[in-house]
């Protein structure tokens, strides 16, 4: 066999190489992208309950007072929960935790930091289909809803799509925006960043179920 046939076979087997790692990096993604549907959808009937029975209990609650940063957390099979996340145009409906780590975030997304309460909340969720996956689908003006535990609706329109470097946390965290949607690029080089401004007004609610689901 020749040199050149040599390195022809060689570049040949590195590529079918190459192409069934991808075949199987993309099936891993959505079969974790499927438990993690499946694990959220599992808890988003006890968080809204529970949303539901504190909004009954206190029906004249207030939004919370800007100067107050902390978020009510409430547990739920040994994790904490700050609300949940409604985005209509991906039809998602999804519980976000109020701390966030590598096993948490194969769960629901997570606050990374911030609070609604002071306009900073950032959110981040694997690139999961039925996560954060199609985060680079939103367009300006689409809307996004966070309901907190106590019963609170914050209504947000997507203002910015952005690519950020795992390394700009400064950048990611510390921006004009009142709430931040991320995740990772496919490979994880990069991070899809959607950023949003609140409206004016809170809005009381027993029970949102279904305004980001068909």
């Not at 689409?142 to 329109?157: A, K, L």
Request: charged fraction near 25%; aromatic fraction near 8%.
């Amino acid at each position: 066999m020749t040199r050149k046939r040599t390195v022809g076979v060689t570049l040949f087997v590195i590529g079918v190489l190459m192409i069934g790692a991808s075949l199987l990096l993309v099936l891993w993604n959505e079969t974790e992208g499927r438990r993690a549907e499946k694990a959220a959808e599992a808890v988003l009937p006890f968080l809204e309950d529970e949303i539901e029975k504190r909004s009954d209990e206190d029906s004249d609650i207030l939004p919370p007072d800007p100067a107050f940063d902390e978020m009510t957390v409430v547990g739920i099979d040994g994790c904490g929960y700050i609300g949940y996340l409604l985005i209509p145009a991906l039809d998602l409906e999804l519980p976000v935790m109020s701390e966030w780590d590598y096993s948490r975030l194969r769960v629901a997304p997570c606050r990374y930091y911030g609070s609604v309460n002071t306009d900073d909340l950032v959110i981040a969720a694997h690139n999961y289909t039925q996560h954060f996956g199609m985060l680079k689908n939103l367009s300006a003006g689409d809307e996004v809803y966070f309901i907190d535990m106590d019963g609170i609706t914050y209504d947000y329109t997507v203002g910015s799509i952005e690519t950020l470097n795992p390394t700009d946390v400064k950048q990611m965290v510390e921006s004009e925006w009142d709430l931040t949607l991320y995740t990772c690029t496919y490979g994880g080089r990069q991070r899809v960043t959607v950023r949003c401004k609140r409206g004016d007004s809170h809005e009381k609610t027993s029970n949102r179920r279904g305004r980001g689901k068909s």
